[in-house]
C-alpha cells in the first residue's frame, strides 16, 4: 500500500465526513469512527460497521484460498465490533464472484464465514451474491451491542494517554492478516475498566495511530 493510495483514501473520508454532515438522532454516533451506534431503546445500543475485502488489493485468492479470505472478511468487522466494546448480535454478508472462478468457491467462502460466527455467536442475517467479471469481493456489515452510552470511542484519546496494543504488530506478509483472531472479549473487558478511547488497527498502526 502506498503513501499515495493513503492518502487518497484519508481525503475520501474526510469529503464523506463533510458531505454527510451531523447524522439525526436516534443516531448518535456516525462516520468516523470504528461503528456507528444507533440508541435502540434506553438501556443499550446498536453499533453497525461495515469492511470489504477485495482480491489484489487485501489478499491474493491463489495464495490465501477461499476459507481463509472468508475468515478475514468476517473477523475484520467483528474487530471494529471489538473495538468499541460491543458484543456482535449477526451480520450480512455480500459476496460478488468472479464469473471465471472456481464454482466451489462460494461454498468454501461461506463455510469459513459460518465457522468464525458461530465461534462469536453473531448469526448470519442475510446478504447478497452476485457475479461479475471482475476479481473477487466480500462485504460484511456486522452488528453489535453495547449498554446505553458505554461504547469506546476514538474520540476519547487525549495528549498524555498511554498506547497499549492487545497483541504483536506485524506479520501481514506472513499471512497473519488472514488468521487474526477479534479480540471481542478483550474489548469488553477494556470497556469495563475504562479506557478513553479504541480503535482497530486493521490499516496498520502507522495510519490508525493518526
Avoid at 487518497?8 to 458531505?19: C, H, T
Wanted: charged residues 20%; contains cysteine.
Amino acid at each position: 500500500m502506498t503513501s499515495v493510495h493513503l492518502n487518497g483514501e484519508l481525503a475520501i473520508v474526510g469529503w464523506l465526513e463533510q458531505a454527510l454532515g451531523k447524522i439525526p438522532s436516534p443516531w448518535i454516533l456516525g462516520p468516523g469512527d470504528d461503528a456507528a451506534i444507533l440508541r435502540q431503546e434506553p438501556d443499550h445500543d446498536l453499533v453497525f460497521t461495515t469492511d470489504m475485502v477485495l482480491e489484489n488489493e487485501c489478499f491474493r485468492l491463489g495464495e490465501a484460498g477461499p476459507a481463509l479470505v472468508g475468515r478475514k472478511a468476517l473477523a475484520v468487522n467483528l474487530s471494529d465490533l471489538a473495538a468499541m466494546g460491543a458484543a456482535p448480535v449477526g451480520c450480512l454478508v455480500s459476496v460478488a464472484l468472479p464469473k471465471a472462478g472456481d464454482p466451489g468457491l462460494a461454498e468454501e467462502l461461506m463455510k469459513a464465514i459460518l465457522s468464525l460466527a458461530g465461534q462469536f455467536n453473531c448469526p448470519v442475517a442475510g446478504g447478497d451474491t452476485n457475479t461479475w467479471r471482475g476479481p473477487l469481493a466480500v462485504s460484511v456489515t456486522a452488528i453489535g451491542k453495547i449498554p446505553a452510552g458505554k461504547a469506546v470511542r476514538r474520540d476519547g484519546a487525549r495528549p498524555g494517554d498511554l498506547l497499549l496494543v492487545t497483541g504483536p504488530l506485524g506479520g501481514s506478509i506472513l499471512g497473519h492478516h488472514l488468521s487474526f483472531m477479534p479480540k471481542l472479549s478483550l474489548g469488553a473487558i477494556i470497556r469495563e475498566n475504562h479506557a478513553s478511547a479504541m480503535i482497530d488497527i486493521s490499516d496498520g498502526l502507522s495510519l490508525d495511530l493518526w
